[in-house]
């Protein structure tokens, strides 16, 4: 469901909430967000950390501010059963944005992520959610060459790492196809690597899947698809 029309589903930790897909539409539609009468509370009802709390602060912020995102990425860290977040089409750098990405990181229930039709240049992880497993990478352009040591620094434990019809930054002769590798291989969690219909011909392709398997201690346990 689309970030826009769930809000008032996320104010309240609605646990039917699985997977929420953000776009830009959306930040337009909460950019005109209006609290529903019976979400109008005053500070004095709010116990700290409770849903009245976060609609308090919510309602209090010029909507679609930095400080009101922040406020939802809160919120959405705070619904029990979120799997799936997917973020299509966002600018990572967009101002409004910048603590929104810190706070839904922190929550426990979230295991997918996808990133889809976003320019990743300058991209720089944050990406630490405690029971993450699996990144997708679909349409994405400009993959930082060293995407392998971002994840490494965020200290995530995901178990497949995916790349569907994406570009890279800097991966255009061997040395640098090696070097890509070798920073994918600072993830030992990771029993899956798949790169599909991506920038890679046929002989980086070959030196790609090479290169994982002698950079990780047990690579019968590895399993690498490059299509």
């Not at 994406?166 to 991966?171: D, I, L, Y």
């Not at 920038?199 to 950079?215: A, G, P, T, W, Y």
């Amino acid at each position: 469901m689309e970030l826009g029309s769930c809000i008032s589903r996320i104010i309240h930790r609605d646990s039917t909430l699985t997977n929420i897909i953000i776009r830009p539409t959306c930040i337009t539609s909460c950019s005109n967000y209006e609290p529903d009468e019976s979400d109008d509370v005053d500070s004095i009802d709010a116990e700290e950390n409770s849903i009245n709390e976060h609609i308090y602060f919510l309602n209090g912020k010029f909507s679609g501010s930095r400080e009101w995102f922040a406020n939802v990425g809160v919120m959405i860290s705070k619904l029990p059963n979120l799997a799936q977040l997917t973020f299509d089409g966002l600018n990572i750098h967009a101002s409004e944005l910048e603590r929104f990405w810190g706070e839904i990181f922190t929550s426990a229930s979230l295991t997918t992520l996808i990133y889809t039709n976003m320019n990743l240049e300058h991209w720089e992880g944050g990406v630490d959610p405690p029971n993450l497993k699996s990144i997708l990478f679909q349409r994405c352009t400009n993959i930082p060459n060293d995407i392998g040591y971002i994840l490494h620094e965020d200290q995530i434990s995901i178990t497949k790492l995916q790349f569907d019809e994406c570009s890279f930054v800097n991966t255009n002769s061997m040395k640098e196809i090696v070097a890509f590798a070798t920073e994918l291989a600072l993830l030992p969690s990771i029993t899956s690597f798949c790169f599909t219909s991506c920038s890679f011909d046929h002989v980086q392709k070959m030196c790609l899947i090479q290169c994982l398997r002698e950079e990780r201690d047990n690579p019968d346990n590895l399993q690498i698809r490059v299509w």
